[in-house]
């Protein structure tokens, strides 16, 4: 089992920025990649950004590429997703994930709020 726990979001004006951070706990080496997803209210759940836990490859959608910035502490066992010139249509609670395989998220923090004022 690995257990997520997300911090750092809250409350920023648009053009401000926020960073959160996933603590990963448990069975840590089994982790192949993490991310982090969305769901702003109404929509779908939706992918952010992921970055590989060995290697650290990192992907991201198109919506938040050249402002959000993920990156991983592994002495700490935390990821960090690092957000700058935020949008109100960033608003959404954001979820950390983590996988054990290709193509799999396999578990889920609890979320945290980003609420971006306009």
């Known amino acids: 089992q690995v257990q997520l726990a997300e911090s750092g979001g809250g409350l920023v004006q648009a053009g401000g920025s926020l960073r959160l951070s996933c603590a990963a706990s448990?069975?840590?080496?089994?982790?192949?990649?993490m991310g982090w997803y969305r769901q702003a209210p109404g929509k779908d759940r939706e992918f952010v950004a992921r970055?590989?836990?060995?290697?650290?490859?990192?992907y991201y959608t198109d919506a938040v590429k050249g402002r959000f910035t993920i990156s991983k502490d592994k002495a700490k066992n935390t990821m960090y997703l690092q957000m700058n010139s935020l949008k109100p249509e960033d608003t959404a609670v954001y979820y950390c994930?983590?996988?054990?395989?290709?193509?799999?998220?396999?578990?889920w923090g609890q979320g945290t709020q980003v609420t971006v004022s306009s």
């Open positions: 970055i590989s836990w060995s290697g650290g490859r990192t």
């Open positions: 994930v983590a996988g054990l395989s290709s193509g799999s998220w396999d578990y």
């Open positions: 448990g069975r840590i080496f089994s982790i192949n990649a």
